[in-house]
């Protein structure tokens, strides 16, 4: 015998398993490929119920939506294979592990937007809510249409009574009516500014605005010879 099998023979053979822990490891074994075997019949009899429902919400029509429970990632994406499948929307909403959902829309009816608010914002849509938020929006357009009527009401005072700072002003001192039509005479005369055009019109004749200009040259001529008078004395 050689050195080499020597030391083989002197070393330890590895224990050998006893019958009752190959019963164990083959027990589990079983376990493991029996629970694999339910988990995936589980999972085809979830796509089977996904796709029946898609199938009858397709075919009803008019049904604004198909919502589903709240589920973990895993069966989301078979409801989103289906529903890719089928030719209809699919939206999730809701915190992933904790809530979150899906809904199938058709392709033509797709969320509206007052939907897609309530529910990114963790609210439930169905059809009072729908109302309320119809009834809103209506309100929040009348009050849009109110205010612009106002401004322009206001824009409209503003423009025939340019001078209302004048009223507001000194309405204590002169009395309300006085400041009224005073802040009325003072409209902005747009080619002119906010004298009257009629006070800037020369009112003179021709032959008095030619004496007016020789009498002031006149009394200019008297005022420099009274001038050089005084400085020579």
């Not at 490891?25 to 085809?44: L, P, Q, S």
């Not at 030719?87 to 897609?116: A, T």
Request: glycine share 6%; charged share 35%; hydrophobic share 30%.
């Amino acid at each position: 015998m050689d050195l080499l099998g020597s030391i083989l023979n002197s070393m330890q053979k590895p224990p050998t398993a006893s019958e009752a822990q190959k019963t164990a490891m083959r027990n589990h074994k079983e376990a493991c490929e029996r629970k694999h075997k339910e988990e995936k019949v589980m999972i085809n009899k979830f796509r089977q119920r996904v796709e029946d429902k898609i199938s009858n919400f397709i075919k009803d029509g008019t049904k604004p939506h198909l919502q589903f429970d709240p589920m973990d990632q895993m069966y989301r994406s078979m409801i989103r294979d289906v529903a890719e499948t089928a030719g209809v929307q699919v939206i999730s909403f809701g915190q992933e592990g904790i809530d979150r959902y899906s809904v199938i829309y058709l392709k033509d009816k797709g969320p509206s937007e007052d939907e897609l608010t309530v529910r990114r914002n963790g609210g439930v849509w169905d059809e009072e809510k729908a109302l309320e938020m119809a009834k809103k929006r209506e309100y929040d357009k009348l009050a849009q249409q109110e205010d612009v009527v106002e401004k322009g009401k206001k824009r409209k005072n503003n423009d025939e009574l340019s001078g209302t700072f004048y009223k507001q002003k000194y309405a204590h001192l002169i009395g309300q009516e006085a400041a009224l039509d005073a802040a009325q005479k003072t409209n902005v005369n747009k080619s002119y500014g906010e004298v009257p055009s009629e006070n800037k019109k020369d009112q003179r004749s021709i032959e008095q605005t030619m004496a007016d200009i020789k009498a002031k040259k006149m009394k200019k001529i008297e005022t420099d010879k009274l001038l050089d008078v005084t400085e020579n004395v």
